[in-house]
């Protein structure tokens, strides 16, 4: 009987556990052009920035 109980705790354990989502802080998931250019290295945010960008 105690191995049935736990089974069921370890099961349970593991179903409540497994659907944890992460959610982004607003923007839909964009990242500000600061953010942007620390994660690639560059020295300048300008690429980064949507009102900078050049258009085609």
């Given at each position: 009987m105690k191995r049935i109980y736990?089974?069921?705790a370890i099961s349970s354990f593991?179903?409540?556990t497994?659907?944890?989502?992460?959610r982004t802080a607003g923007n839909?998931?964009?990242v500000p052009p600061g953010q942007a250019k620390k994660g690639t290295g560059?020295?300048?945010?300008k690429p980064f920035a949507p009102g900078?960008?050049?258009k085609n």
């Amino acid at each position: 009987m105690k191995r049935i109980y736990f089974v069921l705790a370890i099961s349970s354990f593991l179903f409540l556990t497994s659907c944890y989502t992460t959610r982004t802080a607003g923007n839909s998931g964009k990242v500000p052009p600061g953010q942007a250019k620390k994660g690639t290295g560059s020295k300048s945010a300008k690429p980064f920035a949507p009102g900078q960008q050049k258009k085609n």
